[in-house]
């Protein structure tokens, strides 16, 4: 029978000001989820060990946590493939990232519920409630499908990089809401949600480190719900509105010229007011020759680019 | 007889970081690559382009892979965004008929080879750090790195989305370790060595960037690394160029050199350092230069 060691953090802050780590040992069959071993320990061995947890199906997404470094949810995590992994290691058990902890795996949730609601997660038609039910096709849900799959487990939000250094950015998960919203046919509110994500600590502060994608459970891909918006946003005429925005008009304006990157341009157009003010390091980037040409960087064959800027169409 | 692949060393290494073009051109006959230049391929969009307008980046980048396709060989890489927009552009047409033939449309109509879904995309690093790769750079005798250590620093999108990129574990990745080892380098080891740069807002949100890069730079440095190496020329922009921007914003001091990736392969097989062209890093790489006696 395997024997398993499970490293955990612990948080009591009715007895104690400072988190500690507590290894617990644990005989168990070969098929049990983490969830499970952590259930088992505390009705075996410590009442005091805290975690959350509902359905235990991967439905609810409560039991979120860090397994070995990586946020996984823990009903649907194995033991021995956990093992398998560390190479027969003690498996480390922490609470999910970017949330203070409230007692041992438990953490508040406050933060991620009202960042979540600020994006208004509910459809707002703009017509009068019809007679019969608005009938979707398939072809149009099937554009927020990957988004309509999240449950608010917040194991995006919990490796988020750009939270991590900003802790007032929305996240993964709501603009996930936010987008499977704003693309669904039924609603009304496309253009004012596009507004209302693309503020400061809104869209245009996701950093793309890709983790969000990486562990969602339910393939939501947040970061690519993240990307559509952006989308939504140049097409509603409000690309200009953010440094982030203009940042990729650098890019378009960059390829309608020259078809590559014009790095020189990509300060002034994103920064038209700040850049003035960076000079000094401005200067010892030109001095390293790390500014080039402010000319297109004109490829061949610039005509086929052209013609597909003009021609090809969006579809969000 | 030397491997031909289309190379892509996308926009930044070809401008602000010149110094990755000229160290990976001089380097590939040691590496027994035939680099050949794809003159008509455009920017990839560096994730802006599909942000404003998705369409657009899946067909110019499909239009990057059919020039390569048209050339008969397979792209090579040496920016970890390159390969993932490439990568991403590819997978997404390749798994789907209906969509490749709405892109070839539109390359067809702009006068554009259409794209036959034969080609694929590898990054410098994927293709030294394999067995092969690694006896290749054995065969040329390397003088080797005398110990330097060296803090391995991949990023982010080299390793994420693993659907997409696929090389190695992303949680543990071990592909620069095995080269730094293999040239007679020490391993600096620290958790956040696939821990995003921030670059990608670095000019629309300069503080949380630099507070993100702050995170790789500081490890690096108490896990006693004389340097750091990076595959993606976007991180080397941020974690070098922008380095003393952070040490300010997060009142630090780091002192971290900062290599491309080929020029470390440069210095173990003995690369002439005029080539790598050192002088245009921000910070300063003379005590790497002395450790490996270059």
Redesign the interface.
Same mark, same amino acid.
């Given at each position: 029978m395997p024997q398993t060691t499970f490293d955990v953090f612990r948080y009591q802050p009715d007895t104690s000001d400072e988190a500690y780590r507590q290894k617990y040992e644990l005989e168990h069959g070969e098929d049990m989820t983490l969830l499970d071993a952590i259930l088992r320990l505390q009705n075996e061995q410590d009442g005091t060990l805290a975690v959350r947890y509902s359905c235990r199906s991967a439905i609810c997404g409560s039991c979120a946590c860090k397994a070995d470094? =990586?946020t996984v949810l823990a009903c649907m995590t194995q033991v021995e493939d956990l093992k398998a992994?560390n190479g027969d290691q003690a498996v480390r058990v922490d609470p999910i990232g970017n949330f203070k902890p409230i007692k041992d795996l438990v953490v508040d949730m406050e933060p991620f519920w009202t960042k979540f609601k600020s994006v208004k997660p509910y459809l707002i038609p703009d017509s009068d409630p019809p007679e019969k039910e608005r009938i979707v096709s398939k072809e149009a849900m099937q554009k927020i499908y990957n988004e309509s799959k999240c449950i608010l487990c917040a194991a995006c939000y919990s490796e988020c990089?750009?939270l991590?250094?900003?802790a007032e950015?929305v996240g993964p998960a709501a603009f996930a809401w936010g987008f499977r919203f704003a693309a669904d046919e039924r609603d009304g509110q496309r253009s004012q949600r596009a507004k209302l994500y693309s503020g400061e600590h809104g869209i245009?502060?996701?950093?793309?480190?890709?983790?969000c994608?990486?562990r969602c459970p339910k393939g939501v891909?947040p970061r690519d719900a993240?990307?559509?918006l952006?989308?939504i946003a140049?097409q509603e005429g409000l690309?200009m509105r953010?440094?982030?925005? @203009?940042?990729?008009?650098?890019?378009?304006v960059? &390829?309608r010229t020259g078809? *590559?990157?014009n790095?020189t341009l &990509?300060?002034p157009l994103?920064?038209p007011l700040k850049a003035p003010f960076d000079l000094p390091?401005a200067l010892?980037?030109i001095q390293?020759?790390?500014? !080039?040409s402010p000319l297109p960087?004109k490829? @061949?064959?610039l005509?086929?680019?052209k013609?597909?800027?003009k021609?090809?169409?969006?579809?969000? | 007889m030397a491997r031909k692949f289309a190379y892509y060393p996308g926009?930044?290494a070809?401008?602000?970081?010149?110094e990755l073009n000229s160290t990976t051109k001089a380097l590939a006959p040691l590496l027994d690559i035939d680099l050949l230049p794809m003159?008509?391929?455009?920017?990839c969009?560096?994730?802006?382009?599909?942000?404003? *307008? !998705?369409?657009?980046y899946l067909?110019?980048n499909v239009?990057i892979l059919s020039q390569a396709e048209e050339m008969g060989v397979d792209i090579m890489t040496i920016c970890n965004v390159c390969t993932?927009n490439l990568r991403r552009a590819n997978k997404l047409v390749k798994e789907d008929p209906r969509l490749l033939e709405a892109v070839n449309e539109?390359?067809v109509?702009?006068?554009?080879r259409p794209y036959e879904g034969t080609r694929e995309v590898t990054h410098l690093l994927w293709y030294i750090a394999t067995e092969e790769g690694l006896s290749l750079l054995e065969r040329q005798g390397p003088k080797g790195l005398n110990g330097l250590r060296v803090a391995p620093y991949y990023g982010?999108?080299l &390793? @994420?989305?693993?659907?997409v990129m696929g090389f190695e574990d !992303?949680?543990?990745p071990q592909s620069l370790e095995r080269l730094i080892v293999a040239l007679g380098g020490e391993v600096a080891d620290y958790?956040a060595k696939s821990?995003?740069c921030?670059f !990608?807002?670095l000019?629309?949100?300069e503080?949380?960037?630099l =507070?993100?890069s702050h995170?790789a730079l500081s490890q690096a440095r108490d896990a006693g690394a004389d340097c750091m190496v990076t595959p993606c020329p976007l991180c080397h &922009?941020a974690m070098d160029?922008y380095q003393r =921007?952070a040490e300010k914003v997060n009142g630090e001091t780091y002192n971290m050199p900062v290599l491309h990736l080929p020029q470390l392969l440069g210095l173990a097989l003995g690369l002439d350092n005029s080539v790598m062209d050192f002088?245009?890093?921000?910070v300063p790489v003379d005590q790497v230069l002395e450790v490996v006696g270059a």
């Open positions: 470094g =990586k992994q990089n750009s991590a250094a900003d950015f245009w502060d996701c950093t793309r480190c890709m983790y994608n990486e891909d993240i990307e559509k952006g989308g140049f690309g953010d440094a982030g925005g @203009r940042h990729a008009k650098a890019f378009l960059s &390829l078809g *590559k990157l790095e &990509l300060v994103t920064q390091f010892k980037m390293k020759g790390k500014a !080039p960087h490829i @061949r064959r005509d086929e680019v013609k597909l800027m021609s090809v169409k969006e579809t969000i | 926009c930044v070809e401008f602000s970081s010149k003159p008509a391929a455009t920017c969009g560096a994730g802006d382009v599909a942000e404003a *307008k !998705p369409n657009l067909t110019l239009r993932l539109e390359l109509k702009a006068g554009a982010c999108q &390793l @994420r989305p693993s659907s !992303p949680d543990q958790e821990k995003c921030g !990608p807002i000019l629309a949100r503080t949380t960037a =507070k993100e995170v &922009l160029a =921007k002088k245009r890093h921000m």
